[in-house]
């Protein structure tokens, strides 16, 4: 019984995730394919830049929640051991990078990690991920290396605490996706923000 709700459940996580919600809101809303804008992704970043806040808002909010049902429902409802829970997760997530519904090609899959990791029951795993993701968009200029720092610190952060884990295999399994969905922008440098450099640079010069 343990093994069907498992299958179910990433199953519907994998279908969930793979469902473009900001390329449908472009079509739908926009009558724009969001994919002729900015990097091309199929995310919720280029609904903005099609020319929408609202929508965009909207995208974001639809791709966070994608993730989350299925993976609550897996620990809090069906009761599964966590490594079970943490396979739904990175179904959902999965799902969405790896859209069928996009020939394979989905998005970069941030905001539905944060779903993911916003319904596991290792609530820590969540608080680290998007204290130090949102450290990085504020501090650096690339922002995929401020989600593989998001990415690095918390499997960095889970090995200190507990080890060689489910939890750290499947946060390795996430790095691995980040640095493959991200592969071109990584391939420029990290800097710190021009703004927060003029910043040092100025506090440097006070006698």
Known sequence: MELSYLSLS???AFGLGACPFSV???RWFL????RDYGDGNPGAANVFRAGSSKLGLLAVILDVAK?????FLAHAFFELPDAAVLLVAMSAILGHAFSPLLQLRGGKAIAVTFGALLALPQHEIVV???ALTLLGFLFIEVNA???ILGAVGSLAFILVIRGGSWEALFLL???VLMVVKHFEELK?????KVKIRAWLQSRGREP
Do not use: H, Q, Y
């Open 67 to 71: 993730g989350f049902p299925f993976v």
């Open 24 to 26: 449908w809101i472009g």
């Open 128 to 130: 680290v991920f998007a």
């Open 188 to 192: 420029t440098a990290p800097r710190i």
């Open 10 to 12: 990433m199953l519907a």
């Open 173 to 175: 399994g996430l790095l």
């Open 31 to 34: 009558g724009k394919d969001i």
């Open 145 to 147: 290396w401020a989600v």
